[in-house]
């Protein structure tokens, strides 16, 4: 019987469509990969600081309310009790506000002067009080020091209110929305990308989308 084999070129030529065709769609399955990543990332943390907040709730016999606290780091220190932490920092000495970009890349605007700490899982938590009276922002980079680093990709803010005792993601109906906090792939402000938390949430293609 007569067999034919396959010739020195041909297999290199095979290899070398294969790895053509792998050169191509490579990064785009990594791409994939990297923001599902992502979005289960945001999930989780959201997840940890819901039951964050009813286990405080459980304790102080009362849903949280930002007036129960006198600043950010006194709410900070109750919230964390709740949390595997890694590092605690009084004031925004544990990672620089520099460390990210906006939503399409430029540079942000200084809003971490309040205090922070790492949870075990490299989640970076940020809190800070502001108007009106002493609503508590709350801010977390879901994958810690891993990139992006970007708001809208993998930073993220919350809102706890003074008549609303439940977490609020950014952008949600009722949520705060200081000038400049937009979600936008067209805005150049210092702060774009730090109120996607509710599309990024509710919006099944969200990160699916990302520029």
Not at 2 to 8: E, S, V
Not at 61 to 72: I, Q, R, V
Not at 149 to 156: I, L
């Amino acid at each position: 019987m007569n067999r034919k084999a396959f010739t020195l070129a041909e297999v290199l030529i095979t290899l070398g469509i294969i790895g053509i065709v792998a050169a191509l769609t490579m990064p785009a399955l990594i791409s994939s990969t990297q923001k599902k990543e992502l979005e289960a990332c945001l999930k989780k943390q959201y997840s940890i600081m819901s039951q964050a907040l009813q286990k405080m709730a459980y304790e102080n016999g009362k849903e949280a309310l930002s007036t129960d606290y006198p600043n950010a780091n006194a709410f900070k220190s109750d919230f964390m009790k709740h949390f595997k932490v890694a590092d605690e920092c009084p004031q925004n000495n544990c990672v620089p506000y520099t460390f990210w970009k906006t939503y399409n890349g430029n540079n942000v605007g200084d809003i971490f002067g309040g205090p922070q700490f790492i949870a075990a899982d490299g989640a970076i938590y940020f809190f800070f009080f502001g108007n009106p009276s002493q609503a508590v922002y709350i801010g977390v980079d879901v994958n810690g020091y891993k990139k992006p680093n970007k708001y809208g990709y993998d930073f993220f803010y919350f809102n706890l209110l003074v008549d609303n005792e439940k977490l609020i993601p950014g952008g949600a109906s009722g949520s705060i929305r200081p000038e400049g906090f937009d979600c936008s792939k067209t805005s150049t402000g210092a702060y774009n990308g730090i109120y996607c938390t509710n599309e990024a949430l509710t919006n099944p293609n969200y990160f699916k989308n990302l520029p």
